[in-house]
């Protein structure tokens, strides 16, 4: 039975209906509600998005119903959105599904931004999506398969990621107009889902690189014939390396398979079958295959390849046989790696044919025979390392004939004879390492004489004989000098106090008498000393080593030193102090001072009473004079004031008015300039601790006068960049004092020190203290101080010499980056300097930065630039996370600490991070294998910083915002933390009434483990 109450609703509805068919819509009113379609699905994207400052996210959408002016949102015709572009917005939160209603877009980019949670399936709806772009955020969970039935969609970008899950099987068989995929630096799993009846006809660029990806190269790749750019490293590969595939790739230009578990042909054994495939990929120019444990020989044919081949990396993998002296017909080759393999045999000598070869790396091998002397001939070799093989013989005068050279590594051969004097005409050396081979005779003054070397000479383990030669002492800018374990004699000079760059000086094991210097523990960066194993007599310069603020370790033993070793309490007595008694063993003649006899004693109040009359008359006659310019100058004139403009961070220049200090003033602040008040020192000058007559404590930066002229530049260029720029990430500068012999800048007193105090501590060992917190909070003041002076300053800076030790730290532990003594400012996009277009090697000859901490591209020639400083900072992170100093990796293992940790990540983490001080902190034992996801990717961001190539490095821009999205994964780690610690209180105070144990007790006990 009909219910007649519903008739008049149904009359009503039918002749709606009517009307609507009588008056068919125009299309301005269906685009009209289409318009608010795409305007609702904006709104639903807003709702689910917030701002990483804290702000309103995107503050301008939904204050009118413009929608086509909002940010990052462009329109076509009738009003649709077609591209909506918000990279790097600082934006957080999902992606909404209402983004799939919006039917007509075309390029969808929410790119380095904060986004997590899952990708959502819904976006598969844009039917009409070319270009989508995800990377960098947080996105997790798995690929949506519906991407791979966009049938227009040729970019494709969801790298830098934590995916998980397989690659869909749709991409590869579906998406046909793809020419991009990058699904980089994510954790897929499983194999690549390409099978034989897919085909991808337009893809050029397939990046698949830092997953866990396995299972083989599939042959159905050759079905893309198109590809120019294939990188899987750092995989799980496994398999052969096909010899179907690449062949069928004419265009291929890039090939990266290294660090996966791929095998050669023949059981590994056949490396023919893939190089044979090759010869066909006419215009391929990079080829890395490195780390995959490849056995077999190179192929006789392996310079018919190619002829715009760049690179090969082929090092660490199990290659054996000879080097093919084919090899020379890759003419235009400049980078050829075979380090850590099994070849053997001879050097060819036709490799000479290789004029464009630049870097040449050979170690760790069974080479043997002598290096030919046609090696002369290749005159754009920049770095030589023939190191840990069979070679013999004597090393070619022929090398003087490479006005490039720049690093030679021979060490761990057989060489035999002396050292080429002609070395010495090496002009650009910087790096010459003969160690552990059996040369003999004495050290040619002309190679001693090499003041142009700027990184390390390493002489040790020979069969050197003579004195140490004066002309060492020309190396001015040498960081470290090792010449132990051969036969010298003599004297050691106290002309080596001119080194006044050595950080590390080595002089153990030979037959050297005499004192010890005290020039020589007065250097201001010396670091270690080793004189150990000697005929070394007298007293040690207690004086000079008290007063080290350098020096961090030290070796006196098994010599015959005498008197006293001034052991203070509570770190007065410097190095000597934090020394083991193994450093002083073998001297029978060296005492504790408590413990020396009473004849010493009475010898010594002697001597001072014969001293203090003459020290007391000089005394009298410096205070007469300072008393005199004093005087001269309070008549001469008032205390006139001094106006420094700084930038308050937001662009905006403000005058700020500052008392000139007079150095009166600042002696007395210092107490003299006192061996007590120093508390640092750099390449230019030392820096001291003091307290101005209003209170103030400060830290005064002295420059040296006798770096000469660089002094005033150095200073020039500091106060420069100090003037120009303000962060709260950059030190400050108080106010100046310049005179024609004195140069300071006085700077806010950093009570917590450097960043390097606290990752070693005063005795070289890794610091207390330093968590993960607080790692991650460095970094990312660094980090963002760095992005400051690159991006965002007045006028650009390039620092050049970032490292632990010029990065302070304040009062409430946030990191200042300090040291402008060599930045360059960078005037309209070139470097602007004491010389225009200067490369990084000619400022007054000095290296821009620090051993381990320079970009590869300076110690070869290159220029100042940003690139250089997220080398720098790159190697800090590293550093930072493995407790691992570079300068340790390179003197003991000849690798960079890229290298090292390189060889380790991903397969072993626990290796890497097995010393590091953020376990001490956590008190986690060497067995503890832990490593949360965030330690993982700030790894990865160091080995990205520190690529070899500058071009493959991101900017400080990147940097940041990577950082921002690992500190938010540190505090949801902490907040987990947190969480399962209340839940076992809990569970604690549950079962109180049961074992008696008190809720204080548990919680004790909990943090204390």
């Known amino acids: 039975m009909v219910n007649l109450t519903i008739i008049p609703i149904i009359i009503i509805l039918l002749h709606v209906a009517v009307v609507a068919a009588v008056a068919a819509p125009s299309p301005v009113t269906a685009a009209a509600v289409d318009d608010v379609d795409d305007r609702s699905s904006l709104l639903a994207f807003l709702s689910n998005v917030s701002s990483d400052s804290g702000g309103v996210a995107l503050p301008d959408w939904g204050r009118s119903p413009e929608f086509c002016n909002w940010t990052g949102v462009i329109c076509g015709g009738e009003r649709r959105v077609t591209q909506l572009v918000l990279a790097g917005r600082g934006l957080r939160g999902v992606v909404s599904p209402a983004l799939g209603r919006l039917e007509f877009v075309t390029v969808l980019d929410l790119s380095n931004n904060g986004f ?81 009846e897919c085909r991808l006809p337009n893809l050029r660029y397939l990046l698949l690189w830092s997953n866990s990806l396995s299972g083989p190269i599939p042959p159905a790749l050759a079905n893309s014939f198109m590809l120019e750019w294939i990188d899987f490293e750092s995989n799980y590969f496994s398999g052969e390396l096909p010899h179907q595939v690449f062949d069928r790739m004419p265009r291929l230009q890039y090939l ?17 079958p893939f190089f044979r495939s090759l010869r066909n990929c006419t215009r391929l120019q990079e080829l ?28 660490d993998n199990a290659i054996t046989g000879s080097i093919p002296p084919n090899i ?53 070799l920049g770095l030589v390392d023939l190191s840990g093989n069979l070679l013999a013989g004597v090393i070619p005068d022929t090398f003087s004939n490479l006005t490039q050279l720049r690093r030679l590594m021979l060490h761990h051969n057989h060489f035999s004879g002396e050292i080429p004097a002609s070395l010495g005409d090496c002009i650009n050396m910087e790096i010459l390492d003969l160690s552990y081979n059996g040369l003999q005779g004495t050290i040619p003054p002309r190679v001693a004489a090499m003041n142009g070397l700027k990184l390390y000479l390493n002489l040790s383990n020979n069969h050197l004989e003579g004195e140490i030669p004066l002309e060492l002492s020309k190396m001015d800018m040498v960081i470290a ?205 030392r820096v001291y601790e003091g307290t101005l007559r209003c209170g103030a404590r400060v830290a005064v930066k002295v420059l040296d006068p006798k770096a000469g002229g660089e002094v005033s530049r150095s200073f020039k260029r500091e106060c420069e960049v100090l003037r120009r720029t303000r962060h709260k990430n950059l030190v400050r ?42 790692i991650m909070g460095v970094v990312s003041d660094v980090a963002e101080g760095l992005a400051y002076l690159h991006h965002y300053a007045p006028v650009r800076v390039v620092h050049c010499d970032l490292k632990p030790s010029n990065v302070l730290l304040d009062d409430d532990m946030r990191a200042v980056i300090s040291d402008f003594g060599i930045a360059r400012l960078v005037v309209s996009g070139a470097v602007d300097g004491d010389e225009p277009a200067a490369p990084c090697n000619s400022i007054t000859g000095l290296l821009q930065g620090s051993v381990g901490y320079i970009a590869p591209e300076y110690g070869l020639g290159g220029h100042p630039s940003t690139q250089g400083d997220v080398y720098s ?28 940790v390189r060889r380790h990540y ?10 590091a001080p953020w376990r001490a902190a956590a008190e986690l034992s060497a067995d503890d294998d832990v490593a949360p996801p965030f330690v993982v990717e700030l790894i990865e961001l160091g080995l990205v910083c520190t690529q070899h190539s500058p071009s493959l490095r991101p900017n400080m821009v990147d940097v940041c915002h990577e950082i921002t999205l690992l500190m938010d994964d540190l505090k949801r780690h902490a907040a987990d933390v947190a969480a399962a610690a209340a839940d076992i209180v809990v569970d604690v105070e549950d079962d109180e009434d049961d074992d008696g144990r008190s809720l204080s007790t548990t919680k004790d006990s909990l943090f204390s483990n």
């Open 733 to 774: 500068v108080i106010t100046t004092c310049s005179t024609a012999t004195f140069h300071a800048l006085v700077l806010p007193l950093m009570r917590n020190g450097s960043l390097d105090g606290h990752l070693y501590g005063g005795g070289g060992d890794a610091g207390e203290g330093m968590d993960l917190g607080r």
């Open 873 to 900: 900072f790159g190697v800090m992170v590293l550093e930072m996370i493995t407790g691992k100093r570079p300068t340790d990796v390179i003197f003991h293992e000849g690798l960079t600490l890229h290298d090292w």
């Open 256 to 272: 990266y398979l290294s660090y996966n578990n791929l095998s050669s042909h023949g059981g590994n054994t056949d490396l023919d």
């Open 116 to 196: 997590s949670g899952e990708i959502p399936a819904e976006l598969a709806a844009m039917s009409r999506l070319t270009q989508l772009s995800l990377t960098n955020n947080l996105l997790a969970g798995e690929i949506p398969a519906g991407i791979g039935l966009l049938r227009r969609l040729y970019f494709l970008d969801l790298s830098g990621n934590r995916l998980t899950g397989e690659i869909p099987a749709t991409l590869f068989c579906n998406c046909t107009a793809l020419q991009y995929i990058d699904l980089a630096n994510n954790s897929l799993a499983g194999e690549i889902p390409y099978s034989g």
């Open 328 to 380: 020379s017909g890759l003419v235009n080759l400049t980078y050829l790696n075979l380090s850590n393999n099994l070849l053997n045999g001879t050097i060819p000598p036709e490799m000479s044919r290789m004029r464009r070869l630049e870097r040449l790396y050979l170690s760790n091998n069974l080479l043997s025979g002598e290096i030919p002397n046609s090696i002369g001939e290749m005159d754009h």
């Open 288 to 315: 890395e295959l490195a780390g995959n444990d490849l056995g077999g020989e190179l192929p006789a044919f392996i310079g018919e390849l190619s002829r715009v081949f760049r690179q090969i990396h082929l090092e």
């Open 481 to 685: 000098i090792d010449v132990s374990g051969n036969a010298l004699a003599g004297g050691i000079p106290a002309q080596l106090g001119g080194c006044v760059a050595l950080e590390y000086l080595n002089l153990s094991g030979n037959a050297l008498a005499g004192g010890l210097p005290g020039a020589i523990a007065a250097l201001p960066f010396l670091q270690v000393l080793d004189v150990s194993r000697n005929r070394l007599s007298g007293a040690l310069p207690a004086a000079s080593l008290q007063a080290s603020t350098s020096l961090r370790d030290a070796n006196f033993s098994f010599n015959d030193f005498s008197g006293a070793i001034p052991l203070a309490a509570g770190g007065a007595g410097g190095v000597l102090a934090r020394l083991s008694p193994s450093a002083f063993q073998g001297n029978p003649k060296l005492c504790l001072a408590a413990d020396c006899t009473a004849a010493t004693a009475t010898a010594t109040r002697h001597h001072r009473r014969a001293v203090i009359p003459a020290v007391a008359g000089i005394v009298a006659a410096v205070c007469a004079m300072l008393c005199a310019v004093a005087c001269r100058r309070a008549t001469a004139t008032a205390r006139s004031r001094q106006s420094i403009r700084v930038n308050d961070g937001d662009d905006q220049v403000v005058e700020h008015e500052h008392p000139r200090i007079s150095y009166r003033e600042l002696a007395d602040a210092t107490g003299g300039f006192v061996q007590s008040s120093l508390i640092g020192a750099g390449r230019f000058g």
């Open 906 to 915: 991903p397969h072993d983490v626990a290796a890497v991070v097995a010393h």
